[in-house]
C-alpha cells in the first residue's frame, strides 16, 4: 500500500472509544490536569517536580534566558537513585516488588524496593572503589538483566553519567560511543540470552576496546563483567588488571551508602540516537526536569496504581524507553513491574502471554511491529492465557495503524482496556502527545493530544499552523522539563539539527502530522532521513557509510521502504567497483553485503533487500533521489522524474531488480 493510500486510510477511521464510567471514576488523572497546565504550564511542572524528594528545594523553575539552553529547577539539589528506592523503603514500603525479572531460559527473580536498594548502594560503593566520581562516563552494554536496572541506579546515584548500549550494537557501534563519551569503565556480562540461545557479548567488548590501527587505544580503563552465561569461552580474552568479575568484586564493599545531593542540571545520560549524518548523537539527559516529566507521565498516561497494578514495557534499557519507562518513571513512582530478558517468541509464541498471566500483570507498554506480528500469528495463541488481569495498554515508537490498535484492543484487551499510543523521542526524554485515559475519548490511530504542560504545534515551512486536515511539521513550541539538554561535546550540532528551521525557541521533531478537526494528532514518519524499523531509529547515512566500507561497494544509497510488520524496513540499492565485477556478479553479493552491515553496526540495520544496479538516480547537481528509490522498492509508480540527470536511469535499475 502506497504511503498517500495509509494517509487516507486513516483519515477515514471513525471509530471512536469514549472512557467507561467505571474507568474514569477510578482514573489518576483528572481532567483539571489540563486547566491547571493551560493556565501556567511552569507552575504546573514546579508543583509535579515537588512530587520527588529534593535534598535542597528548588526557587527556580524554568530558565530560557538563552534558548536553545534551558535549565529547569536549576537551584535544587536531589538524587535520582534515592528518589527511586530509598524513598519508597523510607515510606514504609520496603517489602514492595519492585519488579519481577524473567530470564529468557525461565529462570526468574524478584527484587523489593529494600532488596533493589541494597544491591544499588553496594553497586555504588562498587563504582566509587573503581574510581568512579560526579561526572564520570560508564558505558553499559548489558543484557536485560537485573544487574542492568542496578547499574543505571548505582551510577546515577553516584552523579556519574551513563551511556547504555544496546546489547545488539556492534564492536564499531562500541567504540564510537565509548570514545565519543570518553567512558572510563564499561560494564558488561559473558553473555547474554536470546531466541533459545546463549549470545556472547564480552568478546564485542574486548574488540571495541582493542587498540585501533593507529594503535589508538579507547578511554576504558576498567572493564566490569556479570556472569550470566558461564560460557568460559566468552571470557577467553580476559585481561588481568582491566577486567573484573562483578560478583567477585560486589562481595567486598559495604552494604551501606549514603545518597549525596547532586544539582537538578547534573547530568543523568547520554543515549545515542541515529541522525541524518553517519555519526550517532549523544542525547544529553539532566536530572530532575527529566525525572519530573518522566514519573508524572508514567504516572498519569498509563493511571498507575503502585500498590496493586503490575506494569510491564517491553523494551530494552538500551532504547530511551528503557530509560524512562523501565528505569526512572516506574521505581520513581514505587511501581511494581515485570522486566523480560528474552524475544517474545521464545521457546514459544505465546510467551509473552504467559508473563501477563504468571505476573497478572495489568498495565502493558509495548510496540506496533509486536503487536503486528502477534496478529499475524493469530488469536488462537493468546487466547491460550488469561490475560483477564491486564486493564490498560500502550503503544509507542511508530505509528499503531488502527487494524493492529482495534486487534490489540479485542484480542489483548478483552474489548475493553483503553489504549494509549504514545508519542515521544530520545530527545524528548519522555512522553509528549498521548491520550489520558479516563479522559479522553479514544481514536485508533491517532497520537491525540499534547500532555497537560506541553505546548505542540503542525506548521507549515513558514511556522504557521496548518489547518484541520493538512499535512504539516510536528514542533515543540515551549521548552519541557525533560528536553535534550544537549548533544554530548556538540553544541553545534544540537542547535542545527533541532533549532534552527524555525529559529531557537521552537523544537523541530523530525516528523511530519496532521491535526484533525478535532484537534487530534496523527503522526505521518519522518521527514528526513532516519528510518523506523521496528520502532527503532536508524539512519540512511550511517548504513550507506557502513556500505561503502565494504570494498566491494562504489556507491550506496538507503531508503527505508514501508514494511507490513516492522513499519519501515531497509532496502539498498548499490552500485559495486568495477574491480570487483567477479565478486558482484556472485549470487551472494547482496547476502554478504547484508552481513556486512550487521556486523558493523548490528542485526538491526541488516538490509531486507540490497539491490546491486548500475547506476543511481540522481539529480543534475549530483545529489542522489531517494525519493525514487523509495517508490521503487514500495512496488510504487515512480513519481515526478523530470528533476532526474537522465531520466533513463529509473527503467535501467527496475530492470536490474527483476
Ligand atoms: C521517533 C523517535 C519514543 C520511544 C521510542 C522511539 C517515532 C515514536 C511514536 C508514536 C508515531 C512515533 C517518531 C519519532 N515515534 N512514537 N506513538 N506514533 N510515531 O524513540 O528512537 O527516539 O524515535 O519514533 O518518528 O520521531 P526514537
Redesign the pocket.
Same mark, same amino acid.
Given at each position: 500500500m502506497s504511503e498517500s493510500n495509509e494517509i487516507d486510510n486513516l483519515l477515514h477511521e471513525s471509530r471512536r472509544f469514549p472512557p467507561s464510567d467505571e474507568f474514569r471514576a477510578q482514573a489518576v488523572a483528572k481532567a483539571d490536569l489540563y486547566t491547571t497546565a493551560d493556565a501556567d504550564p511552569q507552575a504546573f511542572w514546579a508543583e509535579k517536580a515537588r512530587d520527588l524528594h529534593w535534598h535542597t528545594p528548588f526557587t527556580q523553575t524554568l530558565d530560557w534566558s538563552n534558548p536553545p539552553f534551558a535549565t529547569w529547577f536549576d537551584d535544587g539539589e536531589l538524587n535520582v537513585a534515592y528518589n527511586c528506592l530509598d524513598r519508597h523503603v523510607l515510606a514504609g514500603n520496603g517489602d514492595r516488588v519492585a519488579f519481577h525479572w524473567e530470564g529468557e531460559p525461565g529462570d526468574s527473580k524478584t527484587f523489593t524496593y529494600a532488596e533493589l536498594t541494597a544491591e544499588v548502594k553496594k553497586a555504588a560503593n562498587l563504582l566509587t572503589a573503581l574510581g568512579i566520581r560526579q561526572g564520570d562516563r560508564v558505558a553499559i552494554y548489558l543484557p536485560l538483566i537485573p544487574e542492568a536496572v542496578i547499574a543505571m541506579l548505582a551510577v546515577a546515584r553516584l552523579g556519574a553519567i551513563h551511556t547504555v548500549i544496546f546489547g545488539g550494537f556492534s564492536a564499531e557501534s562500541i567504540r564510537d560511543r565509548v570514545n565519543d563519551a570518553e567512558a572510563s569503565l564499561v560494564i558488561t556480562a559473558d553473555g547474554g540470552y536470546r531466541k533459545g540461545r546463549a549470545f556472547p557479548l564480552k568478546p564485542t567488548v574486548d574488540k571495541a576496546l582493542a587498540p585501533d590501527e593507529a594503535g589508538q587505544a579507547t578511554t576504558v580503563k576498567k572493564v566490569l563483567v556479570v556472569k550470566r552465561t558461564g560460557d568460559e569461552t566468552s571470557v577467553a580474552g580476559w585481561q588481568e588488571g582491566r577486567d573484573l568479575w562483578w560478583h567477585d568484586e560486589i562481595a567486598q564493599v559495604d552494604s551501606e551508602h549514603v545518597a549525596k545531593p547532586f544539582p537538578a542540571e547534573n547530568p543523568l545520560f547520554i543515549l545515542y #540516537?541515529s541522525g541524518t549524518t553517519g555519526k550517532p548523537k549523544g542525547i544529553l539527559h539532566t536530572s530532575g526536569g527529566y525525572l519530573t516529566q518522566v514519573a508524572f507521565t508514567h504516572k498519569n498516561v498509563f493511571d498507575l496504581k503502585p500498590e496493586t497494578d503490575v506494569y510491564w514495557s517491553t523494551a530494552d534499557v538500551g @532504547? /530511551?524507553?528503557g530509560h524512562s519507562y523501565v528505569v526512572y518513571g516506574p521505581l520513581a513512582n514505587g511501581a511494581t513491574e515485570v522486566i523480560y530478558e528474552g524475544t517474545p517468541d521464545t521457546p514459544h509464541p505465546g510467551r509473552w502471554w504467559e508473563i501477563i498471566q504468571k505476573y497478572k500483570v495489568s498495565i502493558l507498554y509495548a510496540a506496533p511491529t509486536a503487536i503486528r506480528t502477534f496478529m499475524k500469528l493469530g488469536r488462537q495463541i493468546p487466547q491460550q492465557f488469561d490475560l483477564s488481569s491486564l486493564r490498560l495498554l500502550g503503544?509507542? =515508537?511508530?505509528? /499503531?495503524n488502527p487494524e493492529a490498535w482495534v486487534w490489540y484492543r479485542d484480542v489483548i484487551g478483552a474489548g475493553k482496556t483503553p489504549i494509549v !499510543? #504514545? @508519542?515521544?523521542? #530520545?530527545?524528548t526524554g519522555a512522553m509528549m502527545?498521548s491520550a489520558l485515559p479516563g479522559i479522553t475519548t479514544l481514536k485508533p490511530g491517532s +497520537?491525540q493530544i499534547p500532555i497537560p504542560g506541553i505546548a505542540i504545534d503542525v506548521v507549515d515551512e513558514r511556522l504557521h499552523s496548518t489547518g484541520p486536515d493538512q499535512g504539516g511539521l510536528l514542533v515543540v513550541t515551549q521548552p519541557w522539563p525533560s528536553m535534550l539538554r544537549g548533544i554530548w561535546g556538540d553544541p553545534e550540532r544540537y542547535v542545527d539539527t533541532y533549532w534552527s528551521k524555525f529559529g531557537p525557541t521552537t523544537y523541530f +521533531? =523530525? !516528523?511530519g502530522a496532521r491535526r484533525d478537526k478535532d484537534g487530534d494528532i496523527w503522526?505521518l =514518519?519522518?521527514v528526513d532521513d532516519v528510518m523506523?524499523v521496528s =520502532?527503532?531509529?536508524l539512519s540512511t547515512a550511517e548504513i550507506e557509510s557502513s556500505l561503502v566500507s565494504h570494498p566491494m561497494v562504489a556507491e550506496a544509497a538507503v531508503v527505508g521502504a514501508s514494511d507490513e510488520t516492522t513499519g519501515q524496513a531497509v532496502v539498498a540499492f548499490v552500485i559495486t567497483k568495477a574491480s570487483h565485477a567477479d565478486d558482484a556478479a556472485k549470487d551472494d553479493a547482496a547476502a554478504v553485503l547484508r552481513a556486512h552491515v550487521a556486523q558493523q553496526i548490528g542485526a538491526i540495520a541488516r538490509p531486507r533487500q540490497v539491490f546491486i544496479v548500475n547506476e543511481l538516480p540522481k539529480t543534475r547537481s549530483g545529489k542522489i533521489m531517494r525519493r525514487l528509490l523509495k517508490d521503487l522498492a514500495e512496488g510504487r509508480e515512480i513519481g515526478d522524474t523530470t528533476t532526474l540527470a537522465d531520466t533513463s536511469v529509473m527503467t535501467a535499475i527496475t530492470d536490474t531488480m527483476r
Open positions: #540516537t @532504547w /530511551i524507553t503503544s509507542v =515508537g511508530e505509528p /499503531i !499510543d #504514545t @508519542w515521544w523521542q #530520545t530527545e502527545i +497520537a +521533531a =523530525g !516528523d503522526l =514518519g519522518r523506523n =520502532g527503532h531509529r
